[in-house]
């Protein structure tokens, strides 16, 4: 069964955003050029959009980690070692400082599912609940 969870946004991180894009409807507005129309198209999808991409997907034997346009990544459920939270503000696919690290043998990521405590759920059933949960 396949399982899609979004990534949780921190207002903070929405307020950043904003204070970004301002700028750019500010071009627009007071300068309709072809410069500006260009920035805005190119602006908007990356800062706008981006942090709202972010999904994680529990399938089967598989957590996938997409984000942005075409950028994803797959991991063995079976090689999890254990979940922990993190407030980490390290780079990752996460829009929210409340984070998992998933930790494997040599390596982790860190999300920030929205609905973590199903997410958990669905993902302890997906290993046939053998992962440990450092919460």
């Keep these: 069964m396949k399982t899609t969870y979004r990534s949780k ?4 991180l929405m307020a ?3 204070a970004c894009l301002l700028p750019v409807f500010t071009l627009l507005y007071s300068d ?4 500006s129309i260009l920035i805005a198209v190119f602006t908007l999808p990356v800062v706008g959009v981006l942090p709202f991409s972010i999904r994680y997907i529990v399938d089967h034997d598989h957590l996938i980690v997409r984000w942005g346009f075409v950028v994803s990544q797959r991991y063995p459920i079976s090689q999890i ?8 503000v390290l780079s990752a696919p996460a829009a929210s ?5 998933i930790c494997f043998a040599h ?4 999300i920030s599912p929205k609905h973590k ?3 958990l759920r669905r993902l302890q059933e997906a290993s046939g ?7």
């Design 97 to 101: 400082l409340d984070r998992l690290e």
């Design 81 to 88: 070692l254990s979940v922990r939270t993190t407030r980490s």
């Design 32 to 35: 309709p050029s072809i410069v």
């Design 117 to 119: 405590e199903a997410f």
């Design 9 to 12: 946004v921190d207002s903070w």
């Design 16 to 18: 950043i955003i904003l």
């Design 129 to 135: 609940g053998r992962i440990r949960m450092d919460l």
């Design 107 to 110: 390596d982790s990521v860190i």
